[in-house]
T-cell receptor, first 116, second 111 residues
Framework: GAGVSQSPSNKVTEKGKDVELRCDPI?????LYWYRQSLGQGLEFLIYFQGNSAPDKSGLPSDRFSAERTGGSVSTLTIQRTQQEDSAVYLC??????????????FGPGTRLLVL | KQEVTQIPAALSVPEGENLVLNCSFTDSAIYNLQWFRQDPGKGLTSLLLIQSSQREQTSGRLNASLDKSSGRSTLYIAASQPGDSATYLC??????????FGAGTTVTVRA
């Protein structure tokens, strides 16, 4: 597609349920990032995929969060046993992943998650 | 840990006035700095990316400067328009390609 797409655009769930958020990066982009924007706070890095390398999971806030990327393209962020503090906008971005300076990250529209 | 600060948090100006948005960061070991725009209910749009070896970048009415040694960047928007109303985010890119974001400056341009 022309840009990064994310689904669903909005998700309301009950505390304790699991949720899956999907990201389709720009075709040909090998680097994929997940970020979270909580109400009133800045964006925080969650996880980074680069090609077939092991992902950088250093930003995941707890072991309830996991992500995978299948076939080097689509990525799914899974939150298990959701808590109210997980409510946020989850943003996905992709870049060419060539490892060169000046590489812009392109963001999707985000998934707004509300945990009741 | 990299800390990114944006001042002011909010700005309201009449149409036609120039805008000056400030960003500071604590660790000068960065690869790039990127300015984004975020409209309500939408994702981020990249405006300008400045490589660490550059001093400034320009695109239309936008100009961004970077002083890496002092940990500062400034985004200038000339002749503001109501359509410029949005939240502007500054992000620094570390050598491991992670972005650290500021909290943003929310701009309102009054017609």
């Amino acid at each position: 597609g022309a840009g990064v797409s994310q689904s669903p655009s909005n998700k309301v769930t009950e505390k304790g349920k699991d949720v899956e958020l999907r990201c389709d990066p720009i075709s040909g982009h090998t680097a994929l990032y997940w970020y979270r924007q909580s109400l009133g706070q800045g964006l925080e890095f969650l996880i980074y995929f680069q090609g077939n390398s092991a992902p950088d999971k250093s930003g995941l806030p707890s072991d309830r969060f996991s992500a995978e990327r299948t076939g080097g393209s689509v990525s799914t962020l899974t939150i298990q046993r959701t808590q109210q503090e997980d409510s946020a906008v989850y943003l996905c971005a992709s870049s060419l992943g060539l490892g060169r300076l000046g590489e812009t990250q392109y963001f999707g529209p985000g998934t707004r998650l509300l945990v009741l | 840990k990299q800390e990114v600060t944006q001042i002011p948090a909010a700005l309201s100006v009449p149409e036609g006035e120039n805008l000056v948005l400030n960003c500071s960061f604590t660790d000068s070991a960065i690869y790039n700095l990127q300015w984004f725009r975020q409209d309500p209910g939408k994702g981020l749009t990249s405006l300008l990316l400045i490589q660490s070896s550059q001093r400034e970048q320009t695109s239309g009415r936008l100009n961004a400067s970077l002083d890496k040694s002092s940990g500062r960047s400034t985004l200038y928007i000339a002749a503001s328009q109501p359509g410029d109303s949005a939240t502007y985010l500054c992000a620094v890119i570390a050598p491991d390609y992670k972005l650290s974001f500021g909290a943003g400056t929310t701009v309102t341009v009054r017609a």
